[in-house]
């Protein structure tokens, strides 16, 4: 079994930074693609970006940019750093974890955009 846990959500003004982090713990086995998502009031849940336990990494349209994805495969966690950061990025922010016979998702954290 695998656990994901979500943090560093909050309240932050518009433009400015967050930086949330994913930590993966269990039986984890490599290749496997971390990608966090989001998912507004009333929205689907969109993908945010995603990256391979290779380092490939792929980004949603809308983050043009602004937001950058990384990992510690040591630590098995991934982080999303997230500048520039407008009202309509207010959302919950998922973690998934994908591999061979593996697909898990965080309960997410709270990411609110606002003056």
């Known amino acids: 079994q695998v656990q994901l846990v979500e943090s560093g959500g909050g309240l932050v003004q518009p433009g400015g930074s967050l930086t949330l982090s994913c930590a993966a713990s269990g039986n984890i086995f490599r290749p496997n693609v971390m990608s966090w998502y989001r998912q507004a009031l009333g929205k689907e849940r969109e993908l945010v970006a995603t990256?391979?336990?290779?380092?490939?990494?792929n980004y949603g349209e809308f983050v043009k940019g602004r937001f950058t994805i990384s990992r510690d495969n040591a630590k098995n966690t991934v982080y999303l750093r997230m500048n520039s950061l407008k009202p309509e990025d207010t959302a919950v922010y998922y973690c998934n974890l994908v591999g061979v016979a593996m697909n898990y998702w965080g309960k997410g954290t709270l990411v609110t955009v606002s003056s």
């Open positions: 990256i391979s336990s290779g380092g490939g990494t």
